[in-house]
């Protein structure tokens, strides 16, 4: 491995994975007045609407005027769905002007939601728990014979909590030329966890929490070993089938499913080089492939993100992933003592909240809530619920390194507070 991969892991694992943007002021940066309509305004931008059966009261026209600044900002375009439980759910979407010639951004379009995969992964896990064909307590040298580093002193536990001492593949010289879509190759989870490193600094199994993809690669892999079957296979029989997910399917391969999707934008190689080089300097010529588009971007739709599979690899809506959280935390898909087990966390060190079992337990000015958050080139989410599953949000973002700046990044975190705030019922932050 590179000394830049050796050193630098953590930053850009942080970046394009578990992201809660934290140590970043939450203040909006330069709120506009920007009107609600679905028209263009006069500078350009496409103004942020409420889309239909949303009350058009001050709720909605805050949060749609944050999104809109936002999306102005550096997030580009966001979607953002409030659901308190009682009513209409409220729904808003933000678009810089000069992305809806690609796409006209709405509330229902598919997006990739990364590592909020991992949520449905370790359901199915905690399911076949639940019926005695997996224990927590299962080394995963058992299930998966010389696959995983370290495997004889790592638990199935460990896995789902990321306290398994594994490091992460995603900047090793083999993959992170796929990562940034400079190279198109079909990684099998196999040869990903062949190349992963152990954490840096080294640490035993169980000793601390360190988020790795991995982890998760290797719960697919104990899924299917354990059930004969695929694991897309899984997720339509056992989640989205059962809840009506229409809208949501783990993909095999880079390409989308028929019906509108949304386009996700990167930073060109010098802006990205730019945003990280307060922390860290990138290889000549590392950057996200892709078209061209305005204001230094590049279209990062087409980059193949199959290799994330059980780790983050599927695609849904806003809807249809609030929906499932709703049902996991109100206890529709675990019987209660899996839910104890899902929900017992560990410190999760440099993020805002601590990690339990596929799900992170996260403190918000105006509430504790529950969800995961998502990162691949083009797209970050935020989709969180109360604690009972009655209310949820969802921040959906067509960009993901792109809200790493600090104004961005503070405009982008005002869309995440204010909608929690919404979906508890409590006064949203000052603006």
Request: charge should be negative.
């Amino acid at each position: 491995m590179s000394a830049f991969a050796s050193s630098h892991r953590r930053i850009l694992r942080g970046a394009l994975s578990l992201t809660l943007v934290t140590g970043l002021a939450a203040a909006l940066v330069g709120c506009s007045d920007t009107p609600v309509d679905a028209e263009l305004n006069a500078n350009g931008g496409a103004a942020a609407a409420a889309q239909p059966g949303a009350a058009p009261d001050e709720v909605n026209r805050h949060l749609a005027e944050l999104a809109q600044t936002a999306a102005d900002t550096g997030s580009l375009g966001m979607i953002v769905r409030v659901d308190e439980g009682t009513g209409d759910p409220v729904e808003v979407v933000g678009q810089a002007g000069w992305t809806a010639a690609d796409h006209r951004l709405a509330a229902d379009d598919r997006f990739r939601v990364g590592s909020n995969t991992k949520t449905v992964t370790a359901t199915l896990v905690l399911q076949l728990v639940a019926r005695h064909r997996v224990d927590l307590g299962d080394r995963v040298e058992g299930w998966l014979p010389g696959l995983v580093p370290g495997g004889e002193g790592i638990t199935v536990r460990m896995l789902l909590n990321h306290t398994s001492g594994l490091g992460d593949f995603f900047l090793t010289p083999e993959f992170l030329p796929s990562l940034t879509g400079q190279e198109r190759r079909t990684w099998k989870p196999e040869e990903l966890l062949a190349i992963t490193p152990p954490q840096d600094p080294p640490a035993a199994p169980g000793e601390k929490y360190s988020y790795s993809n991995a982890n998760y690669l290797a719960l697919g892999l104990i899924l299917e070993k354990a059930t004969g079957q695929k694991l897309a296979d899984l997720i339509e029989q056992r989640i989205t089938g059962p809840l009506g997910m229409e809208d949501t399917y783990l993909p095999t391969t880079g390409d989308w499913d028929s019906g509108p999707h949304v386009t996700g934008y990167e930073p060109g190689s010098e802006r990205l080089r730019s945003i990280l080089a307060p922390a860290v300097e990138l290889p000549e010529g590392v950057g996200v492939a892709g078209p061209e588009r305005p204001n230094g971007n590049v279209d990062a739709t087409a980059i193949d993100p199959s290799w994330s599979w059980a780790a983050g690899g599927m695609v849904s809506t806003a809807e249809d992933w609030q929906r499932f959280q709703a049902a996991l935390m109100s206890g529709e898909l675990l019987p209660e003592a899996q839910m104890a087990q899902m929900r017992t966390t560990v410190p999760a060190t440099g993020e805002r909240g601590s990690y339990g079992l596929g799900v992170m337990q996260v403190e918000m000015p105006c509430g504790t809530v529950w969800g995961h958050t998502g990162g691949l080139p083009g797209y970050s989410s935020e989709i969180y619920t109360d604690g009972n599953g009655e209310r949820s949000v969802a921040v959906l973002t067509s960009t993901n390194f792109g809200v790493k700046e600090p104004e961005a990044a503070a405009a982008h975190q005002a869309v995440v507070d204010a909608a929690v705030c919404a979906m508890f019922g409590k006064p949203l932050p000052p603006r």
